[in-house]
């Protein structure tokens, strides 16, 4: 490649590319961007997903730690007597302690609404608007429309300020209780519907009648022994990234309900149960459409081709997009009498 010379101080001539030879410079710098690029973002999604899997690790030991301590694992919901359902309590606020949050923990009055003071306050100050860095996911990036980018819900009605007793401005979580299969699912290896409350976090009204403001009730607790399928196959608390309150029409107006807080950690919505399937419903469990997703609660995050789970004995496992229906039904159920191979997981 010969190269022009270009005169200098003192006379002497130096060597100088060309315009031409500068653009093929350029380009080939271009092309060796493009091809590092997909491996940058790769490098960073994994480190996003280690990031994940330590925060799962770090709630198991808290479950496994509040288990120990009190012989059951802590109630899906709870709800204070005289408070509305709306304003109950999720398992995510009661075993705190147990993830080194004890001074938030001390800061929430159980006996009162997540949505009013002391718990909530308007200048976002409250322990309920409190974001705890290990309920959210660095991969997140989908989100339903009231979730904010800071990890709070945002404002329903856009008025400028953050109204007690609506729920704006909880914190969020990515990670959701399982409270088992839907209630009509069938149990493929059986070949009966498993029936409500399968699970290990459990809806309200397994204890019971609960509505409206009725007097304390809690959700049925589940003691380590009543796990017959075994703590390694059977899901505690699974990936649901990005929500923010319950919509069913896909985040075109009209469709949200602003009374199931489902994104909030202190809400007593961060239970689901597991029910879709590809046979029947046209979208899996596992990562179905943002639309579906913020109606359905299914398993759902921003990590290609699965999502993280934890289970009963405290381990991690990364359940993938194609994973069939009836594997991870099993997997939700404590007690389904299921046989899984090695199939269960791939990761």
């Known amino acids: 490649m010969r190269c022009k010379d270009v005169r200098v ?15 093929v410079v350029i380009a080939i710098i271009g092309i060796l961007v493009a091809l590092l690029l997909p491996a ?5 999604e994994a480190a996003r997903r280690t990031q994940c899997v330590n925060n799962l690790k770090q709630i198991g030991i808290g479950m496994l730690n509040f288990e120990k301590a009190r012989r059951t694992f802590p109630p899906g919901e709870f709800k204070p007597a005289g408070v509305n359902t709306n304003g109950a309590l999720a398992w995510s606020a009661w075993f705190l302690p147990y993830i080194e949050e004890n001074n938030l923990y001390n800061l929430i009055d159980f006996k009162k609404d997540i949505r009013k003071e002391p718990n909530w306050k308007a200048d976002l100050t409250g322990p309920t608007n409190t974001i705890i860095p290990v309920y959210l996911c660095p991969s997140m990036a989908r989100r339903q429309t009231r979730r904010e980018m800071d990890g709070r819900l945002g404002q329903f009605n856009n008025d400028g300020i953050y109204n007690p007793g609506s729920g704006e401005g909880l914190a969020c979580i990515d990670y ?24 290990m ?33 059977t899901i505690l608390v699974g990936e649901c990234s990005g929500r923010g309150v319950e919509d069913s029409n896909g985040d075109r107006p009209g469709g949200e309900s602003f009374n199931k807080l489902d994104g909030a950690w202190a809400s007593k919505n961060n239970v689901g149960h597991i029910k879709l399937n590809i046979d029947t419903d046209k979208y899996s469990a596992i990562n ?14 921003d990590h290609p081709g699965g999502v993280n789970i934890l289970m009963c004995d405290g381990s991690v496992h990364f359940l993938q997009d194609d994973t069939h229906y009836p594997i991870y039904y099993a997997l939700c159920s404590r007690d389904g009498a299921e046989i899984l191979g090695d199939e269960a997981f791939r990761d």
Not at 215 to 225: D, L, N, V
Not at 288 to 301: A, G, L, R, T, Y
């Open 201 to 233: 976090l459990l809806n309200m009204d397994s204890g019971g009648p609960c509505r409206g403001t009725a007097p304390q009730c809690s959700a049925k607790t589940i003691p380590m022994r009543k796990v017959t399928d075994g703590t390694s196959h």
């Open 288 to 301: 179905p459409p943002p639309e579906i997703n913020w109606e359905e609660h299914e398993f759902f995050s």
């Open 40 to 44: 940058i973002q790769a490098a960073r």
């Open 9 to 23: 101080a003192g006379g002497r001539k130096r060597p100088a590319f060309t315009l031409v030879e500068l653009l």
């Open 176 to 199: 959701m209780g399982i409270s088992g299969p839907g209630s009509r699912v069938t149990n493929p290896q059986v070949g009966v519907m498993y029936g409500g409350e399968r699970g």
